[in-house]
């Protein structure tokens, strides 16, 4: 069941990439970096569309993959890669374009840095990659001692800055606006996909909200005894984590539980281990 969540979780992730690229990138040519960044250019310099290119290029990458990490490159990586580069080709044929959706060009550097990001992170919260340049990351790391980051940085820096050449001074203004948007807006959905909320609940009903929390939700709790300095009173302090679209039925169920409850509701961007994300 898990493996199927991730695969339809990286699907949509692909899905969501090839939008943003073929309605919104490669028609305005915005070369933000990546394999998408040098089929867009490369496109525009030959007869080969944007598609093909994309797809040359991570076959190429998955390729050399193989030969210097091995198998051990994953299939998710394949199958993100190839999911993606197919479903551009076939957008392509499906929907051809000529020209952009709109004469905003910003509005449509929005949607581009917008959709790919939430794709990208779809597909990196599946714990996968989409392939591309990030195989080259991989391969930097291995066998040279460069900062991986800061190369990979450089070589879509060069990519963005092609399209003043290629395109012109506003592409190329735009190209490297959504190269340093990209990043940010990618942590910040990732940020957002894995928030959590922390519970701290000090109550005198302990037996049965860590009941509603252990056979409902299925989370873990821990318990401390406490005892209020002002009442001098005895208490229990439930320690739980959930998940967001849960929080709001704990909530509910402890006021229903114990009305009188104090309770403490943090946010966190990341919870790692048994239910939650691996380490």
């Not at 394949?78 to 993606?84: H, P, W």
């Not at 966190?268 to 281990?273: A, F, M, T, V």
């Amino acid at each position: 069941m898990k493996k199927l969540k991730q695969f339809f979780v990286m699907t949509m992730g692909c899905v969501f990439l090839a939008i943003g690229v073929y309605f919104f990138k490669i028609p305005n040519g915005f070369a933000t970096g990546g394999v998408t960044g040098i089929g867009t250019i490369l496109a525009k310099l030959t007869p080969i569309s944007a598609g093909i290119w994309i797809w040359v290029l991570n076959v190429a990458l998955l390729v050399l993959g193989f030969i210097f990490l091995g198998r051990g490159n994953g299939i998710k990586t394949v199958y993100c890669s190839m999911l993606y580069s197919a479903l551009t080709y076939i957008l392509e044929i499906v929907v051809p374009l000529t020209e952009p959706l709109s004469n905003q060009p910003l509005l449509e550097l929005v949607y581009a840095m917008l959709l790919t990001s939430i794709g990208s992170a779809f597909i990196f919260n599946a714990e996968a990659s989409s392939g591309g340049t990030d195989i080259t990351a991989l391969i930097l790391k291995k066998y040279t001692s460069l900062d991986v980051g800061k190369a990979l940085l450089a070589v879509d820096f060069v990519v963005a800055a092609s399209s003043f050449i290629v395109f012109d001074i506003q592409t190329g203004l735009f190209s490297l606006l959504g190269l340093f948007a990209k990043a940010f807006i990618v942590d910040a959905v990732i940020d957002n996909l894995n928030t959590c909320k922390y519970f701290v609940v000090i109550t005198d009903k302990r037996e049965e909200i860590s009941t509603f929390i252990m056979d409902t939700l299925k989370h873990g709790v821990t318990v401390a005894s406490v005892v209020g300095e002002y009442t001098k009173q005895d208490k229990a302090m439930i320690h739980t984590v959930c998940k967001r679209v849960e929080a709001i039925k704990l909530r509910s169920k402890i006021k229903e539980i114990d009305p009188k409850a104090f309770v403490i509701i943090t946010t966190s961007s990341e919870i790692i281990g048994r239910g939650f994300r691996g380490v």
